[in-house]
């Protein structure tokens, strides 16, 4: 098993639905959480980041942690046209090095007008 | 102008070549990384440098070797490449937690 499992879709979806994408994770020891973006022949670049568990809210977007379960989810609210990207999630543990971060597949998603 | 950089942008290279892989970056952090990203294996670290004197394998360094020739510069080489080494390869810097990613190199190897 990978340690970090993500749906890679496609997901598409009307301009204006909430989107969720989600990743799962086995190793219990990973602290830190992010979601990059990356459009279409361009690098990745970061959207989010969270620590430990919980919600962080960034304008339209929404990160979320629920340890227990060892999910974690972006949620984009009133989703545009511009958010067609390719979303990734990452995580590390605490105390590891960045070259500990692991990513995600990626889901592709597309938001049609 | 780009914080991070990567020449060639394209490359095709043949079976047995050697080649190099680029990276400059503006941004002054210490620590930098090289990526390979396949269809439907998402990103895989290769090599990473935390400062001048220090390089690390990552998950899939077999292959591959780097150079750090400065603060700014860290190459990725291909001594022999072969047709599975085809993908997009990316270099970051990091500070913090953020990684800054370049635009990546995309290689084709015959």
């Known amino acids: 098993q990978k340690e970090v499992e993500q749906d890679p879709g496609p997901l598409s979806v009307p301009e204006g639905a909430i989107v969720s994408l989600n990743c799962t994770y086995s190793?219990?020891?990973?602290?830190?959480f992010m979601w990059y973006r990356q459009y279409s022949r361009k690098g990745p670049e970061l959207l989010m980041y969270?620590?430990?568990?919980g919600n962080k809210e960034d304008g339209r977007f929404t990160a979320q942690v629920d340890k227990s379960s060892k999910y974690i989810s972006l949620f984009i609210r009133d989703s545009q046209p511009s958010d067609s990207a390719t979303y990734l999630c990452?995580?590390?543990?605490?105390?590891?090095?960045?070259?500990?971060?692991?990513f995600g597949k990626g889901t592709k998603l597309s938001v049609k007008p | 102008d780009a914080d991070v950089t990567q020449t060639p942008r394209n490359r095709i290279t043949k079976t047995g070549k050697r080649i190099m892989l680029e990276c400059s970056q503006t941004?002054?952090?210490?620590?930098m990384y090289w990526y390979r990203q396949d269809p439907g294996l998402g990103l895989r670290l290769i090599y990473y440098?935390?400062?001048?004197?220090?390089?690390n394998k990552g998950e899939i360094s077999d292959g591959y070797s780097v150079s750090r020739q400065a603060q700014a510069k860290f190459s990725l080489s291909l001594e022999s490449a072969i047709p599975n080494q085809t993908a997009l390869y990316f270099c970051?810097?990091?500070?913090?937690?953020?990684?800054?990613f370049g635009p990546g190199t995309r290689l084709l190897v015959l």
């Open positions: 990452a995580t590390r543990n605490y105390g590891g090095s960045q070259g500990n971060l692991i």
């Open positions: 190793n219990s020891a990973f602290q830190y």
């Open positions: 969270t620590y430990s568990s």
């Open positions: 941004k002054g952090h210490d620590r």
């Open positions: 440098s935390f400062d001048v004197k220090d390089i």
């Open positions: 970051a810097t990091s500070r913090g937690e953020t990684q800054y």
